[in-house]
Structure formats: structure tokens, C-alpha cells
């Protein structure tokens, strides 16, 4: 498993899909906002949680076409399909190594960003943390959302589409969570529903995209 874990780290890293990418992607959403709504810091403080939450759902969904596309195209996706290790296991690690490449360094980068927005002090622990919470979901989903579309051509469009939707419950309790903390009120309970769909994709979403994976390859 460490062996398969690695080697999607090295391709992530070579297709171009990795920290830069989605960094710059993130950077770029967060530096527009203050040019699209006018200097007015108080409008950049209540809206940066909402605004940094957006910015790492859309990082997150711009590499998700590669999670399985360079597997399925040289054909080593139906070698570990046919190989001893589950392909549940073997799903569950590509979100892994997506959210290694892309969430991770989203929620380390998310306190730097939100210094452009103006946060107020109190909101970084909570938008660390609800971005720490709320970015496996997003790799979990998406590779489900790639599954379906294994063997589409261009199929980055319907993808979006189709993952799209699924991401709207983590957005809003992630951004509640994030606006609740920077305003200092209790956020406890948007963190606690945001955590409850990341253990809830976790643990129902890898055997339902092996079980899309099987059914595409066939």
C-alpha cells in the first residue's frame, strides 16, 4: 500500500496536478476578490471565510480528472484492479494521495491568504480548522466523482457537474464554521456536522467508486 501511495504522489507531482497548480489556483481566487467587491476591508472581513472555502473547493476540483486518467490511460488501472490489494484500499489511497497534494497544502496556505482578506485574529484556528476537517471530504468525493467518469474523454466538464452538488453540504458547514469563529461566536456545531460528512464519505465512498471502477473497466 505504501508502494501504490508513493508512486501516485511521484505522478501527481509529474502531471502537474500537485502543490503548484492548485496553490496557485487558491492564490489567484483570493487576490481577485478584493478587485471584484472594491478596497472596503470591512467587506473583506466577513466575507473571507466564505470567499477562502470557495477558493479551496475550487483548487480541490481542478485536479480531480487526473485522480484516475493516467492510470486508466496506460493501462495500469486494470492491473491494480486484478492486483491482491482491494480496490477499495486502492481508492481510498489515490483520495489520500489527492488530499496529500492538494488539500493539505491548501489548509497550510489558508492563514497566509486570509491575511490579504483581512480575518480578524479569532477566525485562523477555526478556519484551519474546519479547512483541516472539511478538505478529506473534498478529495473522498471527488475521487468518487472521477470514478464515475473513468474512460470519458474531456469528461472534466461532467465531472465538475457532477461533483459539484455533492460538495454544497461541506462548503456551507465548513464557511459556517470559519464565519462562526471569526466573529467569536461557538462554531462547535457546524465542525462537528462538517466532521460527520468527512467520517461519513470516508467510510461509505471508497466502496462505492470500487464498485464504479469495476463496472467501467469491464
Known sequence: MRAVLIR???????????????LAF????????????????????????????????LACLLSLDRVFALDYEDGSLDLLA????????????????????TGLPLVLAAPFLAVLLTLPPP????????LAVG???????????????????????????????????TLIFGAEAARRGAEGLDYTAPLAMLAGITCGTIALLPFASAAVVRVNLR
Open 8 to 22: 501516485d504522489l511521484r505522478l501527481a507531482m509529474r502531471a502537474g496536478g500537485g502543490f503548484g497548480l492548485g
Open 26 to 57: 487558491f492564490l489567484i481566487v483570493v487576490v481577485l476578490v478584493p478587485f471584484a467587491v472594491g478596497p472596503r476591508a470591512d467587506l473583506h472581513r466577513v466575507i473571507a471565510p466564505g470567499i477562502l472555502w470557495l477558493g479551496a473547493l
Open 82 to 101: 486484478t492486483a491482491p490489494l482491494p480496490l477499495e484500499a486502492l481508492v481510498s489511497l489515490k483520495a489520500l494521495a489527492h488530499w496529500l497534494t
Open 123 to 130: 477566525g485562523y484556528a477555526p478556519l484551519l480548522l474546519s
Open 135 to 169: 478538505t478529506p471530504a473534498l478529495s473522498v468525493i471527488g475521487t468518487f466523482g472521477a470514478a464515475l467518469t473513468v474512460g470519458v474523454k474531456r469528461g472534466g466538464l461532467l465531472l465538475s457537474l457532477l461533483v459539484l452538488p455533492l460538495y454544497v453540504p
